[in-house]
């Protein structure tokens, strides 16, 4: 049985997003990249100030960007691989 696969990631240097595509590559699946709807600025991802954008929603559980383009058929895929930069 053949299944439908995603990989759907998140990069804001690049690296994560080289990781999913050779994923993908690797196993045949389609690849979808997060982008958030208001991008991010060099300053909004300074994870080095406490009051940059991308510090203050990582550590905010609730304060999570809005995404900027959503899968409409998600429901396709019987596995999705989700990739995001650790810190």
């Known amino acids: 049985m053949s299944k439908n696969i995603l990989v759907a990631y998140f990069s804001a240097s690049g690296i994560t997003a080289k990781a999913a595509w050779k994923l993908s590559e690797a196993i045949g699946a389609d690849l979808h990249e997060i982008k958030p709807e208001i991008p991010y600025t060099r300053a909004d991802l300074n994870w080095m100030d406490k009051k940059s954008r991308s510090s203050m929603e990582m550590n905010d559980p609730s304060s999570r960007p809005a995404i ?7 429901e396709k895929y019987d596995v999705v691989f989700v990739g995001f930069p650790k810190l």
């Open 68 to 74: 900027a383009e959503k899968l409409p058929d998600m």
